[in-house]
Nanobody, 115 residues
Framework: QVQLVESGGGLVQPGGSLRLSCSVSGTAFSLFGMAWYRQAPGKQRELVIGLTDGGWQNYGDFVEGRFAISGDNDENTMYLQMNSLKPEDTAVYYC?????????WGEGTLVTVSS
C-alpha cells in the first residue's frame, strides 16, 4: 500500500525559509512522477513543483525560482525547499505521486507565512 506522509510545515515569517518532507512507503522511491501541490483557503489545489516521468520539471508561475524539489533515495523522501516565503504562500502543501493511472496523495502539512 502506497503511503505518502508530509512533515515540516509550520509558522514562518515573510522572507523566511522552510523545508517540507514527504516520506514515501509501499513503492520503490523515485523523484520522477512526484510533485508538490498546495491548496490555500477558498482556492483550488494547484501545482507547486514536480518532475514528470520523463524528468521534465513543472512548476507554478508563483515559484519564481524560490522553491526547489529534491529527493533522497536512501531515505525514500522527497523534499521541498522554500525560500523567500510570502504571506500568499500560506496553504496546505500536499505530496503527490502518480503510479500508472493512479494518483496518491498525502494528508498535507500546513504552512503559514505571517509576521
Amino acid at each position: 500500500q502506497v503511503q505518502l506522509v508530509e512533515s515540516g510545515g509550520g509558522l514562518v515569517q515573510p522572507g523566511g525559509s522552510l523545508r517540507l518532507s514527504c516520506s514515501v512507503s509501499g513503492t520503490a522511491f523515485s523523484l520522477f512522477g512526484m510533485a508538490w501541490y498546495r491548496q490555500a483557503p477558498g482556492k483550488q489545489r494547484e501545482l507547486v513543483i514536480g518532475l514528470t516521468d520523463g524528468g521534465w520539471q513543472n512548476y507554478g508561475d508563483f515559484v519564481e525560482g524560490r522553491f526547489a524539489i529534491s529527493g533522497d533515495n536512501d531515505e525514500n523522501t522527497m523534499y521541498l525547499q522554500m525560500n523567500s516565503l510570502k504571506p500568499e504562500d500560506t496553504a496546505v502543501y500536499y505530496c503527490h505521486r502518480r503510479i500508472g493511472a493512479k494518483d496518491y496523495w498525502g494528508e498535507g502539512t500546513l504552512v503559514t507565512v505571517s509576521s
